[in-house]
């Protein structure tokens, strides 16, 4: 189970259940005994689902006196069920101690090195960070933060830039209006968090390194386009 997966999906099916007064138990299955990951965690004591309402444990098969199911969510049902959607945005607000999301920073998006084996994701990683800092951005590495702080912190911001990744997917609680500038590998160009950015009317930029001429040697590893980069930066600089 991804970070985004999770946001955006699951604990939008588990507000549905909670909206329409369900008081049972959810089943979530740590199947690998591992333990289920901190944002799981996080997330459900911060929306009050304490340990009495959560089965995280499955011995074998089990038959259960009875099951309530909302369909399988996918990311594309912010299009078509926009106003859940919104409803959960304020939900988790509400749950995070956000009256209303004010903006104003830029921030890069690092990946989760502890996710990701200690690497960053960005092959010209050097190049990216002086180009941002001289245009104001600060780092920030979500994965890092507690999930509330998560939350917080993107009411805060009012462009949001990085490489494609689960993270992206907190763009839900931006600001309406806000600036995504979303990096890719041309090997892995994935359309999957449009829904969240349309939804909310933010302008949407996408890079990715052109291969009309030459290879992309780098796999779905990103290698980000500088001169493209620094083109959105420098006019948003001009706005």
Known sequence: MTF????????VSL???????????????DRHGEGLPSFVNESLVLLGIGDDRLITKLNGP???????????????????????????REWMYAAAGVSEPTGGRRIWLARDQR???GRSGLINEDEVRELIERHGFEIEDPGQLPFADQIRMMADVSVWAGAHGSAAR????????????????????N??????????????RMIMME????DYPWGVEVFVD?????LILDGLDND
């Open 4 to 11: 985004g997966h999770w946001l955006t999906e699951e604990l």
């Open 15 to 29: 507000y549905v259940h909670e909206m329409s007064g369900f008081t049972g138990k959810y089943v979530i299955d």
């Open 62 to 88: 089990t038959r259960f006196r009875s099951v309530t199911y909302a369909p399988v969510i996918t990311h594309d049902f912010a299009a078509v069920y926009p106003d859940v959607y919104l409803g959960y």
């Open 115 to 117: 996710l990701s084996g």
């Open 170 to 189: 907190n763009a839900l609680f931006m600001p309406r209006r806000s600036t995504v500038i979303e990096c890719f590998s041309p090997y892995l160009a």
């Open 191 to 204: 359309k999957s968090n449009s829904a969240y950015f349309r939804l909310l009317q933010h302008d949407y």
């Open 211 to 214: 291969t009309a001429y030459d």
């Open 226 to 230: 500088i001169e493209h980069l620094a």
